[in-house]
């Protein structure tokens, strides 16, 4: 392998940690704004996400404290959105960056552009990294499962395709449109997608519980 690319929520840490972060955001400008106690309006956020999943979590908790108009929900996706998360690199992701520091390493990954770009500020990958692609700074149809920011790595780093490596966590759209081509895939079994079971097209070419054995796949591949 000559180059190694990781995908990043989820992959290199636990997007629930942003997720947290977001919501203790959202509860601490209710808490100044309309006297609401921020401990319980985190707390039910927090609940609701477990039970009810993503969607519409702001109007619901407005909602629940009476003070829902769409404007304010707005307000709360922004807040969301835009605050600065408090986020550190999980110990075992630092250690495994460490180890492979002579390659050089990008990120690709989907989601909103400020948003992505304030947590890979806020884990300091920028200083680690040699690039990091958001695929929608280049139009949404650029998002995965196009190739798009991978050809784009192949091309700076004159390496053919499968010299390169992805490590990723959903195998709905990490592998299927860059297999094809010739990139080496690893599926790490970490976040919402573990229990995913899929066929060969969409499914990696290896698997890994944790970032602890990626070291070791790539010294065979
Ligand atoms: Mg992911």
Redesign the pocket.
């Known amino acids: 392998m000559k180059v190694i690319v990781f995908?990043?929520?989820?992959?290199l840490y636990d997007?629930f940690e942003f997720v947290k972060s977001g919501f203790h955001a959202v509860a601490s400008f209710l808490a100044e704004n309309f006297n609401i106690n921020e401990t319980d309006s985190f707390q039910w956020m927090w609940e609701s996400l477990q039970t009810q999943g993503r969607g519409l979590i702001f109007d619901d908790l407005l909602r629940e404290y009476r003070l829902y108009t769409k404007k304010l929900a707005k307000r709360c996706l922004t807040i969301y959105r835009t605050h600065k998360p408090k986020l550190t690199l999980p110990e075992e992701s630092v250690r495994c960056l460490e180890s492979l520091k002579q390659y050089p390493l990008y990120v690709v990954t989907d989601g909103n552009k400020v948003v992505q770009h304030n947590k890979l500020q806020a884990l300091g990958l920028y200083k680690i990294m040699k690039h990091c692609f958001v695929t929608h700074r280049y139009g949404i149809h650029h998002a995965k499962p196009s190739p798009y920011c991978f050809l784009n790595i192949a091309k700076r780093e004159k390496v053919s395709t499968n010299e390169i490596v992805y490590i990723?966590?959903?195998p709905m759209k990490?592998f299927v449109g860059i297999k094809p081509l010739g990139f080496k895939t690893i599926r790490i079994m970490t976040?919402q997608h573990r229990e995913k079971k899929v066929t060969t097209d969409y499914d990696a070419d290896y698997t890994i519980q944790s970032l602890n054995e990626l070291i070791h796949i790539i010294n065979t591949i």
């Open positions: 995908d990043l929520d989820d992959t997007e990723g966590d959903n990490d976040g």
